[in-house]
């Protein structure tokens, strides 16, 4: 028998724990500045690297490498876009690359864009007679060899005339949360002029399949929050830092496909009562719960996992962004009564309402380059605000062991023990 004292129903954890498997379908991602446009330029390139985008053998902004940027009337693509011009000045590698803002790990990501030779007049007809080649990579998937088409028609201008091939593809599954796409150039050293000759890329487009939401994933076990400046990772103290400065610095969003409510598995609470009597047992029993928050942010957020509930800048951000005023830990002792049959056991179980929440703080005020950008992916665990914790009075017949116990003789000595001995006071 199951006697349940909560309030408000709700599913288990234990039984939404299996994923659906069925796949999503494809939703856009967004990339920032896919077209090369900004920062604007005046004549026919420049070496001033577009927003969002990093350049350099690691992602990073303020490096002194750099892409070149064609016009479109030289760079001659078909819906007149701005073309980046993958370099290897001084045949040290340095890829162009971009954090693909809102994709999951596991999620599957394809990505289209355009590619062409070089227009530069730096090429010589032999380093574009075969194409050029290059490489892509979304973090997560395989690094993907490329050839352009190739050109041997050279414009008055003395530019190379562009050759584009539109809607190339890369498709692969990515191994990280904003997983980074890279372009690098692969242009033999005796080709490319010293940086001066290489592919272009241009109209970069993404979608993606998000993963199902895991809710088999117990509390203690949540993933490691993540930092980001731009196309950076950043340590997560780095983060809160920045966030936590000002009441409105960041905004906090949750990703409500990945947020929910559930009861917590039912753990056994105090000890279990055996009625070894011939009558019914009828009594108030006292029932202590408490309930406590998951989550892996240093102190000075003022969330969880330090547990406090501190009125920090950051617990506004996350207050304001959800609507939820949590409290992080709570307490309730309450009374039971208890109504056991002769020959059953009786025990209490508590079941919590939680709520877990994953999302992002952002950067409130968006610089001109996204790569000056903070962010911080984060998941918390806390005590629902919209499930009441539940109380199970159960029972059950007694065990073999427990009839066994029931049934045995009362520990005490034979009395009197003898007609001169006096009864003592454990006889």
């Known amino acids: 028998m199951c006697l349940s004292l909560g309030l408000l129903a709700g599913a288990p954890l234990a039984q939404a724990a299996a994923s659906s498997a069925v796949a999503a379908a494809p939703v856009p991602v967004t990339v920032l500045n896919g077209d090369f446009a900004e920062p604007a330029f005046t004549g026919v390139n420049t070496g001033v690297n577009p927003y969002a985008w990093s350049v350099g053998s690691t992602a990073g902004a303020g490096t002194t490498a750099s892409v070149w940027r064609w016009d479109a009337a030289t760079g001659g693509h078909p819906a007149s876009l701005t073309a980046a011009m993958l370099r290897l000045p001084n045949e040290a590698t340095h890829g162009l690359k971009q954090r693909l803002r809102g994709v999951r790990s596991g999620a599957r990501v394809t990505v289209t864009y ?16 075969q194409g050029q080649t290059y490489s892509v990579q979304g973090e997560g ?19 190379w005339k562009s050759a584009w091939r539109t809607g190339v593809a890369l498709t692969f599954t990515a191994g990280a949360n904003e997983p980074l796409l890279t372009f690098t150039s692969a242009v033999p050293a005796a080709q490319n002029n010293n940086g001066n000759c290489g592919p272009l890329i241009t109209n970069v487009r993404a979608t993606q399949e998000p ?12 993933p490691a929050s993540e930092g980001f400046l731009g196309n950076d990772r950043r340590t997560t103290a780095d983060a809160v830092s920045y966030c936590n400065g000002t009441v409105n610095r960041c905004t906090f969003t949750a990703e409500e496909d990945y947020s929910f409510s559930y009861y917590a598995p039912a753990p056994v609470a105090a000890e279990t009562y055996l009625n ?28 969880p996992g330090s547990g406090t509930a501190a009125p920090t800048n950051m617990a506004q951000q996350y207050t304001q962004g959800t609507g939820l005023s949590p409290a992080w830990t709570t307490t309730q002792d309450r009374s039971v009564t208890e109504i056991v049959q002769p020959a059953e056991a009786s025990w209490i179980e508590t079941q ?10 952002t950067a ?14 984060t998941v918390l665990d806390h005590p629902s605000t919209d499930l009441s914790d539940r109380i199970y009075q159960r029972t059950g017949p007694l065990s073999a062991s427990e009839k066994q ?6 520990p005490n000595a034979p009395t009197p023990l003898g007609a001169t001995s006096p009864a003592g006071a454990e006889r």
């Not at 116990?405 to 009362?410: E, F, G, H, I, T």
């Open 114 to 129: 355009d590619e062409s030779p070089s227009v530069s007049n730096g090429c010589t007809p032999a380093a574009l007679a």
């Open 141 to 159: 998937g395989a690094l993907t060899s490329r050839t352009t088409l190739p050109t041997t028609e050279r414009l008055p201008t003395n530019f």
């Open 211 to 222: 993963p199902p939401v895991d809710k088999a994933i117990p509390a203690g076990a949540l």
């Open 276 to 303: 070894c009597t011939r009558n019914t047992l009828n009594r108030l029993r006292p029932v202590s719960t408490a309930n406590r928050s998951y989550g892996d942010l240093p102190a000075a957020a003022g969330l």
């Open 352 to 361: 919590a309402g939680r709520r877990r929440t994953e999302g992002w703080f």
């Open 364 to 377: 409130t005020t968006k610089a001109t380059d996204p790569n000056s950008d903070w962010r911080l992916h």
């Open 405 to 410: 116990r029931c049934q045995s003789d009362r």
